[in-house]
């Protein structure tokens, strides 16, 4: 497994960051818990997850994954400082008006109950799940200040940011004596790259910020299993593949990332890894897995270095998809 830094900060991450969507939703705890030590063993240091995961599964409140870590870490499977955790807040986690957000009521709340549920004293990475209009940047980026200086929380993110967005963060930051985004969590894979491609990417090689995009394998798209003329796979997202990447550009893009792939020994899934990994602005990965098989497969994507004619050629298949 390799490490990168994150942006410019001196913590090191896995380049595979094992994301925990899934966790209390598609994956039941126990599975969960096999994914979290297949994940260790395999050299991953790096886990994601958020507070409102998986609040759409049927029957969940919220905070169900954040759970399923908490007691993998309680367990004793892996030392604590082994880790980087990252947690996200801003969705709705109950049904008042100060249960969602990014103000300074709703986030001394959730992060205390992120960290109670996840049974640690700190977070490694603390983001905001998507833009809170309705809260002045400074307000909650003085919040996330205190949350640093009081050791609750190391490194502060964003995600679903947008470029001007970011900017503007980083400027009141700096203004205002205030602690900045490390990190950006952008969605990115080689079917959906102009929303990060076309404005974020320059900035954050620009300022140094760790990018560490989600759904790299869209959804599942990126695996193969999702073919022209072929019925859809067994999954609860099927549905939402189908409507978003099932066009005559996906399908070209996954033919090509099957004969590059070839070359390599590599799968299509892991090919589609070495495409993320390739741009040199990423960090990490966040993927996402049901299954060990569907782990280990993904996981190799790690070790497969494309040829910058390689990358080109991939790159060709999607132009600003
Ligand atoms: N910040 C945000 O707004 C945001 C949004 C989304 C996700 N995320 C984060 O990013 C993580 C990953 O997102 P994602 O789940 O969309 O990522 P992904 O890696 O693009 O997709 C993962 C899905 O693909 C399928 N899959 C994975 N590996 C496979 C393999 N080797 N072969 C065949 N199928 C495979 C599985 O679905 P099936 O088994 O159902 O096919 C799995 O759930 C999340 O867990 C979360 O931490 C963040």
Redesign the pocket.
């Known amino acids: 497994m390799e490490y990168r830094r994150l942006g410019r900060t001196g913590l090191k991450v896995s380049t595979i960051c094992l ?4 966790f209390g939703w ?1 994956a039941d705890e126990a599975t969960s818990h096999d994914i979290l030590n297949r994940a260790v063993e395999l050299g991953c240091n790096f886990i ?3 507070d409102i ?1 998986s609040r759409w599964a049927e029957g969940n409140a919220g905070g169900v994954s954040e759970q399923i870590i908490g007691r993998w870490l309680a367990s004793g499977s892996v030392r604590r400082e082994r880790i980087v955790l990252a947690t ?1 807040v801003r969705g709705e986690m109950g049904s008042g008006p100060n249960d969602q957000g990014l103000s300074r009521g709703h986030m001394m709340t959730a992060v205390e109950n992120s960290l109670r549920r996840l049974q640690t004293d700190y977070l490694d990475l603390y983001q905001v ?2 833009p809170d209009e309705e809260t002045p940047l400074e307000e909650t980026l003085a919040t996330l200040t205190d949350l640093v200086r009081a050791g609750k929380v190391r490194y502060i993110g964003c ?2 940011y947008p470029a001007w967005l970011l900017a503007k963060s980083l400027w009141v930051s700096d203004v205002r004596q205030l602690a900045r985004f490390d990190s950006l ?1 952008p ?1 990115y ?1 080689l079917v959906h790259r102009a929303e990060f491609e076309r404005e974020l990417q320059p900035l954050c090689l620009d300022q140094g910020i760790g990018v560490i995009p ?7 798209f ?2 193969g ?1 999702y073919r022209r003329d072929t019925p859809l ?1 067994e ?4 549905e939402g593949v189908r409507q978003r990447y099932m066009n005559e550009q996906g399908f070209t893009a996954v033919d090509k990332l099957e004969a590059i792939g070839r070359i390599h020994n590599a ?1 299509i ?1 892991q090919t589609a890894i070495a495409w993320v990994l390739a741009n040199t602005a990423v960090s990490a990965a ?6 060990i ?3 280990e ?2 996981v190799g994507g790690a070790a497969v270095s494309l040829t910058p004619e390689e990358k080109a050629a991939l790159d060709e298949t999607t132009a600003w998809a």
């Not at 989600?214 to 599942?220: I, M, N, V, W």
């Not at 999954?235 to 099927?238: E, I, K, M, V």
């Not at 966040?286 to 299954?291: F, H, R, V």
């Open positions: 994301g925990t969507m899934q598609s994601d997850t958020a995961y996200k799940h998507w995600s679903n969590q969605h894979s989600y759904s790299p394998l869209a959804a599942g990126l695996t299993k796979p999954s609860a997202r099927a799968t899934a966040i993927i996402g897995a049901n299954s098989a569907q782990l497969d993904t």
